[in-house]
């Protein structure tokens, strides 16, 4: 099911990236996202700064500007530095794009090596090193595939001080409360709240008001 999720998702980046790369629209672009959050940072709301940010890594993953620009808000809002695992290191270095061909060149590969195989017993070593190839073309599509699928559950924390409460209810006892930029992961949605689980492993129920998705919904 993981790895049909992330063939999902990286259909679903194909067809964005290649839609991003023919006519960016100004509202939804690298360029525009980061000078959105530039402006968020002047502004002195780390939340929103912090959510752009975010996003477009998604666009331009790697970029040291934007990393750079995501510490440093990070740092002036108190916030803990974050120690990103594995998953998180590889979605923010790999394109989506680009991983997204990588798979389908490693497809056309394994493909053709196969209707080779079927048509000549000939240069079998060569056909074995082009199937290992796209093989491992694939495989690295798919880890970054699943990398990318750990963020579409992750949000940003956008209002100062917000309450994490016991229940999906605006009366819900609050069991701690969250600073405003604070990354956390969405695991449920209910009229009007979202379940959330800190990287700390803490859990409770945020108002969607106060909580943005990276990947918008």
Same mark, same amino acid.
Request: glycine content about 8%; proline content about 6%; aromatic content about 6%.
């Given at each position: 099911? &993981?790895?049909?999720?992330?063939?999902?998702?990286? /259909?679903?980046?194909?067809?964005?990236?290649?839609?991003?790369? *023919?006519?960016? !629209?100004?509202? $939804?672009?690298?360029?525009?996202? $980061?000078?959105?959050?530039?402006?968020?940072?002047?502004?002195?709301?780390?939340?929103?700064?912090?959510? &752009?940010?975010?996003?477009?890594? @998604?666009?331009? !993953?790697?970029?040291?500007?934007?990393?750079? &620009?995501?510490?440093?808000?990070?740092? #002036?809002?108190?916030?803990?530095? *974050?120690?990103?695992? %594995?998953?998180?290191?590889?979605? +923010?270095?790999?394109?989506?794009?680009?991983?997204?061909?990588?798979?389908?060149?490693?497809?056309?590969?394994?493909?053709?090596? =196969?209707?080779?195989?079927?048509?000549?017993?000939?240069?079998?070593?060569?056909?074995?090193?082009?199937?290992?190839?796209?093989?491992?073309?694939?495989?690295?599509?798919? /880890?970054?595939?699943?990398?990318?699928?750990?963020?579409?559950?992750?949000?940003? =924390?956008?209002?100062?001080?917000?309450?994490?409460? =016991?229940?999906? =209810?605006?009366?819900?006892?609050?069991?701690?409360? @969250?600073? *405003?930029?604070? +990354?956390?992961?969405? %695991? #449920?949605?209910? *009229?009007?709240?979202? @379940?959330?689980? %800190?990287?700390?492993?803490? #859990?409770?129920?945020?108002? &969607?008001?106060?909580?943005? !998705?990276?990947?918008?919904?």
């Amino acid at each position: 099911m &993981n790895l049909l999720r992330a063939a999902l998702v990286f /259909c679903l980046l194909l067809g964005s990236a290649r839609v991003h790369s *023919e006519s960016e !629209p100004a509202g $939804y672009s690298a360029a525009g996202l $980061y000078n959105l959050a530039n402006s968020y940072a002047r502004a002195g709301k780390p939340g929103m700064a912090i959510l &752009n940010y975010e996003r477009v890594s @998604l666009l331009a !993953p790697g970029a040291p500007d934007i990393q750079a &620009n995501l510490r440093f808000v990070r740092a #002036a809002a108190n916030l803990p530095a *974050e120690m990103p695992d %594995t998953l998180d290191r590889v979605a +923010k270095i790999a394109s989506p794009f680009w991983m997204s061909w990588l798979g389908v060149l490693g497809l056309v590969i394994v493909g053709a090596s =196969v209707i080779l195989a079927q048509l000549s017993s000939r240069h079998r070593l060569a056909r074995a090193a082009a199937a290992v190839s796209g093989v491992t073309m694939i495989g690295l599509t798919f /880890c970054s595939a699943l990398a990318l699928g750990s963020r579409l559950h992750q949000g940003v =924390v956008i209002a100062a001080a917000t309450p994490v409460r =016991v229940s999906p =209810v605006p009366m819900g006892d609050p069991l701690f409360s @969250l600073p *405003e930029g604070e +990354k956390v992961k969405i %695991t #449920a949605e209910h *009229e009007g709240f979202d @379940l959330i689980e %800190t990287r700390a492993g803490r #859990a409770g129920w945020i108002a &969607n008001s106060n909580l943005a !998705p990276i990947v918008p919904r």
